[in-house]
């Protein structure tokens, strides 16, 4: 039977053609792919430069800082904080190279062991492996502009890898493995605006990426794949399965024992509560951010400022506390009858209008608190309003409202240094006066009543219009205007440093 299916081998001219056509189709293959090689940075600027990595300076966020030291939050697009390699945990080298690229100092830049481990898939008509060493991810990451590792497929897929590899190569001739190994490790994107392992670190742990433990280590480790994917604080389960992969990895390549691994497989998921104050004093971050930005333009999110500022950070979450739970006491009606829309109901009609954020106005009731030193004029807590998610309108700053009733203490006060008694008596009763310029000037109390005579203890207890113009009007007006408290002084205090 063989000779008979086998027979057309022996046919004129069928073997030269069973030969030809596939020796033609590889011959033609390898003249494109050596022709894409060689002409696929040809167009102007399609490769970019190594030589800006001699002055490597990416985008490091502006970070701002409390009275006290702790970070409030940071300002810029890309959290990053760059480190030598040598300030990054043994076990985070590890893990980086154990997933990422575990013959990374045995190849020039580009792996043809895993390129050919890679297209095995294509065997079984499946799709093929990534096969991108970590110097290829690193020149994908450092230039995005001209080598878009979101191009997968097709030509623009084919044209992308070739041009990373072709940098890849230029890198390794030019940089030590170690130097392209922390630059890596500095720019590579682990989720939450985190890039770089030690800003990963302070985000997810609140540790120095020289702290990092073997289980922390292989959770950012698995980050790269799918960093949203593989979030801790949005998808806790996956990033510890995942993690989990990584230190059997690591047990595999001889790098941890078996019953390390074990042990390190059960270390509970411990993120950071707290890794900074994002969300707290957001009015007053924000303020602090108009300023610097209108002094350093963009610089500000790019150049890494730090800033450190006067807020009080226990102040300031008290004066939160305080403003919401008194709003709340009002709407809820527990002062007296409230018929007006309250927070909890534009909660749940913007929940279900998707409505648009971010106007001055809103139809529950709001408040600000500020809250100034005396003896420095420093800021130390501001809230500007309720919800900034909802209302960026900051009423103790931009609001420009009267001054009301909050400046009756400076009247009294001035009257009390100029020796003028509590004891005094004063009759509120109905005030006219002539202003030069302006119609007559006829103030009154809030409850439109007057109460006749009354000591000047009762006229601040009740907060009468009536008596807080009577005493300014005794001890002078340039008397209150020029008024300062007791130990303020004119210029910064001598135990602390303006907002810088």
Known sequence: MAPRLFGWWRRPGVRFWVLLIPAAVMTFGAALVVGAWFNVCA????????????????DQASKVYAADGRLVTDLGLERRTVVPLREISPAAIAAFLTVEDHRFYRHPGVDPIGIIAAMKPLLRLKRPRGFSTITMQLAGNLWPGQIDRRQRMGFAGVTRKLREMRMALEIERNYSKDRILELYLNQIDLGNRAFGVEAAAQRYFGKSARQLNVAEAALLAGLPQAPSRYNPRRNPDLAVWRRNVIISLLRESGKLAPE?????????????????YSGVAEYYVEFVRQQLEARFGMDLYRAGYRVYTHLDLDMQTA??????????RIEEGKLGAY????????????????????????????????SIEPATGYIRALV?????ADSKFNRVIQANRQAGSTFKPFVYAAALRNGIPLSKIYVDSMISMEIPDQPLWEPNNYDLKFDGPMSMRRGLFMSRNTIAILVGLDVGIDAVASYEPKGSTNGPHPRSSPDS
């Open 260 to 276: 390390s691994a074990e042990a390190w497989k059960s270390y509970p998921l411990a993120l950071s509560s707290r890794s900074d």
């Open 319 to 328: 004066a939160e506390r305080a403003l919401q739970e008194q709003l709340d």
């Open 339 to 370: 018929r007006h829309p309250t927070y909890r109901d534009h909660l749940e009609k913007r929940a279900e209008d998707d409505a648009d954020n971010g106007s001055p106005f809103s139809p529950y009731l709001q408040g600000a608190i500020v």
């Open 43 to 58: 167009p102007v600027d399609a490769c970019p430069s190594i030589a800006s990595l001699e002055s490597y300076d990416p």
């Open 384 to 388: 500007g309003g309720r919800d900034f």
